[in-house]
Every structure is written in C-alpha cells, then in structure tokens.
C-alpha cells in the first residue's frame, strides 16, 4: 500500500541523489512530481488494461471503479444514446466504460468496437443474437445499437479522478504498481532505470546494516 505522498517522496529522492550525489538536497518541484505521479499511474492503468483484454481477461481494482445509477437513455428519431456522467480513463477499446446494463446487472449491453460499426456500416450486430449493444459515438456519449428498453441505466466506468486523493489516502492500486510508477515518472524527468537500480542497491545495504 502507498501514498501519493510516499511516492512522490521516493521519487524526489532517487532523483536528487543520481543527479548530484553531493548535494542530496537538490529541489525538484514537489507539485510537479505529484502531477507526474497522478499521470503516470493513469497511463500504466491503460497499458494494463489494453494487456489484459488481449489476453481475454480484465481485473481492476474496485475502487477504480465508479458507479452510476439512473443514467437517462435518451431517443432522437430511434437513435438512442446516454450521456457519461463522468470520464472514463483512456484505454484501448473504451474499455475505461467498464459495464453498462438496465434492470439486470447480470444481463449487460454488449459493447462494441466503434470501428466495427464502421466497417459494418451501422449494422446492428448484437441483434443479430439477441442482444443490444452499445459504442461510443463522442466524447461523452454512447450509442446503442437498438432500443434498450428502459428509460435509465447504470453504468460503470473505470475512472480517471487519482486526483481525488489527498496526498496521505491509501492509493487503490497494486502493489506491482509502484515501482512502474517510479520508472515512468523518472523517465519524464529524463532519468532512466539506472537511477532506481542505484537506488535499490543503496537501499538493500542499508538495511543490511
């Protein structure tokens, strides 16, 4: 378990004593580092999720995950569509809209590749077993491929907001996590791997110690 303040801190830390070993107060903006954390975490989020969907399986934590009760479904002329209540984090597939569905939690709408429906000129593919699906037609939309039939839905996304979290809440996120945070925000900084191998190793004989 870590903190944005914990790792904000290491980080500072590794990158004041590779760049100047004397001088191990170097200053290096606390609030930026902060936002690099927040980023990063968001990017190693995507990647992980893009990973895992190209092995058939998705897993993330649930406190990433918000959900959204009595959504309105909103119908123009037979297109029906809802509008998010919030922004999903970036992913491969839109998969940052984790499950939408209606009355049954356990009967979801299908989701489908936007770029199928193009291919498939707006054909509706998920009738065709039954089902309704639905895709993301904007920014902050979805579009189902048929009538729901209900007036509301609940959605759940995964959601782009580690920003919520004060400096000293427990981060909802893996443990494997960290270290890929680390590397990520000392590469933006213009460090590479070598500072935290360095810094393990000073780490491990300190604690020999």
Request: glycine share 2%; charged share 20%; proline share 9%.
């Given at each position: 378990m870590t903190t944005i303040a914990k790792l904000s801190e290491q980080i500072s830390r590794i990158y004041a004593r590779y760049i100047d070993k004397e001088n191990p107060n170097t200053i290096v903006d606390k609030r930026e580092i902060k936002l690099l954390v927040i980023d990063a975490i968001h990017t190693i989020l995507g990647a992980k999720l893009a990973a895992q969907s190209a092995k058939g399986f998705v897993d993330i934590p649930e406190a990433l995950i918000a959900t959204y009760e009595n959504v309105s479904v909103d119908n123009a002329s037979s297109v029906y569509t809802c509008t998010l209540p919030a922004q999903p984090i970036a992913a491969a597939g839109d998969m940052g809209?984790?499950?939408?569905?209606?009355?049954?939690?356990?009967?979801?709408?299908?989701?489908?590749?936007?770029?199928?429906m193009k291919v498939m000129q707006g054909t509706d593919l998920a009738v065709l077993e039954s089902k309704v699906g639905y895709f993301r037609c904007a920014n902050n939309k979805i579009r189902f491929s048929a009538d729901p039939s209900v007036s509301?839905?609940?959605?759940?996304?995964?959601?782009?907001?580690?920003?919520?979290?004060?400096?000293?809440?427990?981060?909802?996120?893996?443990?494997?996590?960290?270290?890929?945070?680390?590397?990520?925000v000392l590469k933006t900084l213009g460090l590479g791997v070598g500072a935290i191998q360095e810094f393990n190793v000073e780490q491990a004989q300190e604690n020999a110690d």
């Open positions: 809209i984790y499950e939408v569905f209606g009355t049954n939690e356990l009967n979801p709408f299908i989701p489908i590749p936007k770029q199928i509301t839905v609940t959605m759940r996304l995964i959601i782009n907001d580690i920003s919520k979290y004060s400096d000293t809440d427990i981060l909802p996120i893996p443990a494997d996590f960290n270290l890929q945070v680390i590397e990520l």
